[in-house]
C-alpha cells in the first residue's frame, strides 16, 4: 500500500536554529499537509500546499514557517528560528483529491521536533 | 469555528466487548468526517471516511456512522481485541476549507 515517507523520525536541535523537515508524499496525490500534535495535546493544521502555492495555512503559521516541492517528489517544512514552543511531532499528509475526496487523508509517520 | 470534541477521553474494557466511541461537532457544514488510530508515539492510520452525504461506513469490524444535523459521529468496535488498543482520533473537514480540525481522542485499552 503507498506510504508517506517522513524523514528524520526524529530531530533534535538547538533554540534559534533552522530546521527542515522532509516529506515524500504519495506519488500520484496532488496535495499536500503539514500538522503538528503538541505532546499531549490535539492534532492541528499548519498548511495545505496545491499547485506549487499554498491555499490554506491556519494562525501557527507565521513567516518562521515555509514550505516548498523542490522537485517532484519531496515536500518540506522549513522552520527559520526555532522555538522551544516548535517542539511538537510534525505530521505530513497528502490526499488525491481536493478537500480528501473519497479517498481521505494518508498520512506520514511523523518527525518528532525536539528544541532545546 | 469548528469544535471537534469525544467522549470519553479514555476506555478500558475486556476483551471480546463491542464497545461504542463518540464525537460530536459544533459545525454541522461539514463535508467529510474521518476516523484515524494513533500508536503511542506513531503516525496516524486512516480507519473510515464518510461523506456528508453518507450516513455510515463499514470495514470490517468496525462500523463508524454520521448524523450530520445532530453533529454527531459513532465508531462502533464489534468484538474488541488487545491489538485494537490505541488512540482514536476524529476529524472533520468544513465544506469550503481543506483542513481537517481533530477531536481530543479517546484513549482506548483493551486487556486480554
Known amino acids: 500500500e503507498p506510504e508517506v515517507t517522513q524523514t528524520p523520525s526524529h530531530q533534535v536541535t538547538q533554540m534559534g536554529q533552522e530546521v527542515i523537515l522532509r516529506c515524500v508524499p504519495i506519488s500520484n496525490h496532488l496535495y499536500f499537509y503539514w500538522y503538528r500534535q503538541i505532546l499531549g495535546q490535539k492534532v492541528e493544521f499548519l498548511v495545505s500546499?496545491?499547485?506549487?502555492?499554498?491555499?490554506?495555512k491556519s494562525e501557527i503559521f507565521d513567516d518562521q514557517f515555509s514550505v516548498e516541492r523542490p522537485d517532484g517528489s519531496n515536500f518540506t517544512l522549513k522552520i527559520r528560528s526555532t522555538k522551544l514552543e516548535d517542539s511538537a511531532m510534525y505530521f505530513c499528509?497528502?490526499?488525491?483529491?481536493?478537500?480528501?475526496?473519497?479517498?481521505?487523508?494518508?498520512f506520514g509517520s511523523g518527525t518528532r521536533l525536539t528544541v532545546v | 469555528k469548528q469544535e471537534v470534541t469525544q467522549i470519553p477521553a479514555a476506555l478500558s474494557v475486556p476483551e471480546g466487548e463491542n464497545l461504542v466511541l463518540n464525537c460530536s461537532f459544533t459545525d454541522s457544514a461539514i463535508y467529510n468526517l474521518q476516523w484515524f488510530r494513533q500508536d503511542p508515539g506513531k503516525g496516524l492510520t486512516s480507519l473510515l471516511l464518510?461523506?456528508?452525504?453518507?450516513r455510515e461506513q463499514t470495514s470490517g469490524r468496525l462500523n463508524a456512522s454520521l448524523d450530520k444535523s445532530s453533529g454527531r459521529s459513532t465508531l462502533y468496535i464489534a468484538a474488541s481485541q488487545p491489538g485494537d488498543s490505541a488512540t482514536y482520533l476524529c476529524a472533520v473537514m468544513n465544506t469550503g476549507f481543506q483542513k481537517l480540525v481533530f477531536g481530543t481522542g479517546t484513549r482506548l485499552l483493551v486487556s486480554p
Open positions: 464518510i461523506q456528508s452525504s453518507q
Open positions: 500546499f496545491y499547485n506549487n502555492e499554498i491555499s490554506e
Open positions: 499528509a497528502s490526499s488525491g483529491g481536493n478537500r480528501g475526496s473519497v479517498y481521505g487523508y494518508t
